[in-house]
């Protein structure tokens, strides 16, 4: 209730531990459940390559976990008023987004053994693929790392964190505790999202060997194709800083949803477009490779069919 009595917008004035720790906490599971391009695209992908819902799970852990630590370190940095200087650096942000595109194509690489760029055509080879293993699984630490690296991007939220919450707490040894607890609220809505995420990969009908398949193409895909978006994104940043301003007002006083802009076009892209679309169009590839692999009918039984 006390929380519901403050503004997710614009908090402001002065708060008790408690509060601004709660209104963190409830920030963070905002940020999480809406679309940031900084969270759901790694972690559909890292989710999707994990092929079952208790390793989505851990996918959603350990990249929110890293982004916790994060949020808690960049917090701390506030509360002596140093995120200031990173917050006046126009083309950081941009530059985040460069490094962060350029660690999801090496997963991408890593995934698919460094030589698999045919995977933006991933239907073509698909049969060399089932039949030889050129799959490699995700490694745990990999989505922390890029939870990690992704967490020092500036948005509204992470304003709100820098230059209010953590200001608001008594004393430095607790300047941390708003950054984690932001963390920890999109901690909880990644975490079930990787597990939806991993299941999602689970109930297509196939085999194990099958499964695994479809989820590393669709997350080395998702990767690759999401990371030179990233890339291109943040170059066009750095070149005209400008044309990153430029969005559709909603009206919505949520952040994140209250202006569509490249964010969110990017989410989309990544995460419905090229995400579920490869989900969808490699389940139905290796449906039909099945289909053709069966044996044909004896001449007998066939005749016998009206």
Known sequence: MLVAALSLWSPHGSFSVS????????????????????????????????????????????????????????????YFSLTRILSDIPWLNFAIYIVVGLAMILAAMYLFRGNHWHLLSPSHHLKEMTEEDKLSDPKVWMPALHGFIAGWGFGAFA?????????????????????????????????????????????????????????????????LIGGMAFVAVGAVGLAFPAVMGIGISTGIRVHNLAHLGIGQLLVMVIVVLVGFGTLISTTRSIKGLNGLARPPLNEQNSGDIK
């Open 159 to 223: 304003l709100i964190i820098y230059t209010v919450l953590s200001p608001a707490m008594p004393s430095a040894s607790l300047g941390w505790v708003p950054g984690a607890a932001f963390g920890l609220g999109t901690t909880v809505i990644q975490v079930l999202a990787g597990a939806l995420f991993g299941y999602i990969a689970r109930r297509k009908s196939l085999t194990p060997k099958d499964i695994r398949t479809v989820s590393l193409i669709t997350a080395g895909r998702t990767l």
């Open 19 to 78: 509060t601004a720790v709660m209104l963190a906490f409830v920030l963070g599971m905002v940020h999480g459940i809406t679309p940031d391009e900084h969270t759901w695209p790694i972690t559909f992908s890292y989710s999707i390559g994990s092929y079952s819902s208790r390793r989505g799970l851990i996918s959603g852990l350990t990249f929110s976990l890293a982004f916790t630590l994060q949020r808690a370190i960049a917090s701390e940095l506030a």
